[in-house]
């Protein structure tokens, strides 16, 4: 069966050692001046679980995503999504973002921002249809924002921007899901109803991966971490890989002021 | 006016100077949402030293050498900026003024070196084109438009500008939804397999071919208004992109004619005895036409983008 399915979305097991991981990375490295900032990072992403990248700010999370996905350049590394280049399995991946990254006052509505994520079904001059509307429609109801649906995405509040842009990557139909910061500065409500979208997606067979940086949700949310500091530090199931000294290492000086903050949160 | 007035003196210049100015203000558009508004204004800087070089090299003002120069002047100071941006891992901004400055310098010191003062190849042409010359002799009324030895007659500018404004349109109707998602949200376009990079410097060529074409026929004035106004217009008009596309073409048309109608009438209306520019009565205008959105447009006040920690 699950050769079956393997020959089925044409991965060849095995190809180039790497595996039909959704995403593997081997050797990455990338600089954005002299310091790199992510150097020689080796990564294998478990199928169907959902792993939290963190690290210490500036250790190169972001960057880690960017360079897999082809948007920041690598000065070196390889990389595979599902046991294949990365050009011929784009369909498959869906990325959101860091909400800060784009300007929120382009005028654009929240269902043309969803429809976004059909463009590579619908490729340069396809018509969008009553089904594609459709599916959009359905993907802003999965993240609560229905409603919203001709609001002009200035007019949101952050938490309704995470949340379009997450309706978004539903739409792109994907079965790698690559988040950048979800979590940033968005209100409960909004965390909640991401979380529940994303652990769905889990239950789905499909593959999420987030750039996270609340150490005190990780054991709530994900059964995978993967630690970096420009290099990696540690990757596992949460329970072997997010403890004590992998945190240490990752931080080192600076966990302390992680977990003052840890413990003030506990204390509300 | 009459038939006869009409389509020998204002017709050509009319339709040109609204050409013109639609050419510009479609990709401006896209310029002014990148924050790339001023790309405008730096071609028709850097411009300058291609259309030296190609009046040197032929000896005469002639328009397809001084297109071709100007084009491949565009092209040069578009990979310097580049390669600039890329080598010295600086800003975009910081290139191009870099580029355009040091362009426009070179070609205000070809100009001086070499024989050119003799020539009309200066600074008022440069800026404000000679869109009241542009006239069409041939014609005697409306009937000449069916007329083919009268239409043989048509200032060559005219095809020109048309066959750009073909040109531009059909790029953005080709390429609409890429140009639109990058953007918007430029690395969600390459996730998805969007080549932004060579879309980008797409839309900088097209802007750069509209911004010689328009050069050519009306100056500089035009080609640097066009490219900001109709579209910041526009923005403060809707909230949608493709709305606020029609509007900035609405808005470059109104432009284009009331500023053409001005210029000829308007001093007369005020007593005065002389017709003004028209290049730069167009630009005035699209510079009150923007004002005024900004006072009065329906979405002229910002949302705003979140702070994030």
């Not at chain 1, 991946?93 to 429809?115: K, N």
């Not at chain 2, 609409?176 to 953007?183: G, M, V």
């Amino acid at each position: 069966m699950t050769l079956e399915l393997a020959a089925n979305h044409g991965v060849s097991v095995q190809e180039n050692g790497l595996g039909s991981s959704p995403l593997a990375i081997r050797g990455l490295t990338v600089s954005y001046g002299q310091k790199p900032a992510v150097f020689s990072v080796d990564i294998t992403v478990q199928p169907g679980a959902m792993t939290a990248i963190i690290g210490p700010n500036g250790a190169g999370k972001s960057t880690l995503l960017k360079a897999a996905l082809g948007i920041v350049p690598a000065l070196s590394g390889q990389v595979t999504v599902y046991g294949d280049a990365l050009e011929k399995q784009r369909a498959r991946i869906a990325y959101v973002p860091q909400r800060a990254s784009v300007d929120w006052d382009f005028p654009t509505r929240v269902i043309d921002v969803v429809l976004m994520g059909l463009s590579r079904e619908l490729g340069l001059l396809g018509r969008i249809r009553g089904r594609h509307r459709a599916r959009a429609m359905d993907c802003l109801n999965r993240v609560g924002m229905r409603d919203f649906v001709d609001r002009q995405i200035g007019q949101l509040s952050g938490g309704q921007q995470q949340r379009v842009f997450l309706a978004r990557a539903l739409a792109q139909g994907a079965d790698l899901y690559l988040l950048d910061e979800p979590f940033a500065g968005v209100d409960a409500a909004t965390e909640k109803a991401i979380i529940a979208v994303l652990k769905a997606l889990k239950e789905a067979g499909k593959t999420v991966v987030v750039v996270h940086h609340d150490l005190a949700t990780v054991t709530d949310y994900f059964d995978h971490v993967f630690l970096i500091n420009t290099s990696k530090v540690a990757e596992g199931p949460v329970e072997q890989a997010f403890t004590a000294e992998t945190l240490q290492a990752a931080y080192g000086g600076r966990l302390a002021t992680a977990q003052i903050d840890q413990i003030s949160r506990a204390l509300g | 006016m009459s038939g006869e007035e009409f389509v020998p003196l204002s017709l050509t210049p009319l339709l040109i100077g609204t050409f013109a100015a639609i050419a510009c203000a479609l990709p401006g558009n896209f310029l002014v949402l990148r924050k790339q508004a001023l790309i405008g204004d730096a071609i028709s800087h850097v411009v300058l030293p291609g259309i030296v070089v190609a009046f040197i090299l032929t000896g005469a003002i002639s328009t397809w050498p001084m297109m071709l120069g100007a084009a491949g002047a565009a092209v040069v100071a578009v990979v310097m900026i580049e390669a600039i941006r890329r080598l010295g891992q600086i800003e975009p901004g910081a290139a191009m003024g870099v580029v355009f400055t040091t362009m426009f310098a070179a070609g205000v010191l070809l100009l001086e070196q070499t024989d050119t003062s003799t020539v009309h190849l200066d600074v008022e042409h440069a800026l404000y084109g000679n869109l009241e010359s542009l006239i069409w002799l041939d014609a005697v009324g409306w009937s000449s438009l069916l007329d083919l030895t009268a239409l043989a007659g048509l200032p060559p500018e005219l095809p020109r500008i048309a066959a750009t404004l073909l040109g531009v349109t059909l790029f953005i109707w080709l390429f609409w939804r890429p140009l639109k998602i990058s953007t918007f949200d430029e690395g969600f376009a390459r996730t998805i397999g969007i080549r932004t990079g060579s879309l980008g410097f797409a839309l900088v060529i097209v802007a750069a071919i509209a911004a010689v074409a328009a050069f050519d026929a009306v100056g500089s004035i035009i080609v640097i208004a066009m490219f900001i106004c109709p579209p910041a217009a526009a923005r403060m008009m809707t909230n949608r992109l493709e709305t606020q596309i029609g509007w900035s073409v609405v808005f470059a048309v109104v432009s284009a004619v009331l500023g053409y109608v001005l210029a000829g009438y308007g001093p007369l209306w005020l007593g005065g005895a002389d017709a003004v520019s028209a290049a730069g009565m167009i630009a005035t205008v699209s510079g009150l036409i923007l004002a005024c959105a900004a006072l009065w447009g329906p979405c002229k006040t910002r949302a705003g983008t979140p702070k994030v920690s």
